[in-house]
């Protein structure tokens, strides 16, 4: 099990940046695809986006394509998600999760283990 901590959360103006961090510990990342997932109130979970264990190659859904950026560091076992113009919409609570498995998928049910979570709030 891989223990996540996620950090950067905060409130930003609709068109800002905000950069999240994924700690792992206890394993090795480069052991894991990473995925980051977000939960608004009334809403189901949502897949955002996951990165290969190399880092080369990387998946998002079509809310955030073109303005969100994942990457990962295994040296320092972080997975950081750059968070670009932002909208009121990306509102949520903002989870990174570790999938020990080889499908770079957007189903929740491949990720193992999960943070705590960090909020977003974006205001108009």
């Known amino acids: 099990q891989v223990q996540l901590v996620e950090s950067g959360g905060g409130l930003v103006q609709a068109g800002g940046s905000l950069r999240l961090s994924c700690k792992a510990s206890g394993r090795t990342l480069s052991n894991y695809i990473m995925g980051w997932f977000r939960h608004a109130p009334g809403k189901e979970r949502e897949f955002v986006a996951a990165?290969?264990?190399?880092?080369?190659?990387?998946r998002y859904s079509d809310s955030v394509k073109g303005r969100f950026i994942l990457s990962r560091d295994n040296a320092k076992s972080t997975a950081d998600l750059q968070m670009n113009i932002l909208k009121p919409e990306d509102t949520a609570v903002y989870y990174c999760?570790?999938?020990?498995?080889?499908?770079?998928?957007?189903?929740?049910?491949?990720?193992?283990?999960w943070g705590q979570g960090t909020q977003v709030t974006v205001s108009s």
């Open positions: 999760a570790a999938n020990s498995g080889n499908v770079l998928g957007s189903d929740y049910g491949l990720y193992d283990d």
């Open positions: 990165i290969r264990r190399s880092g080369v190659i990387s």
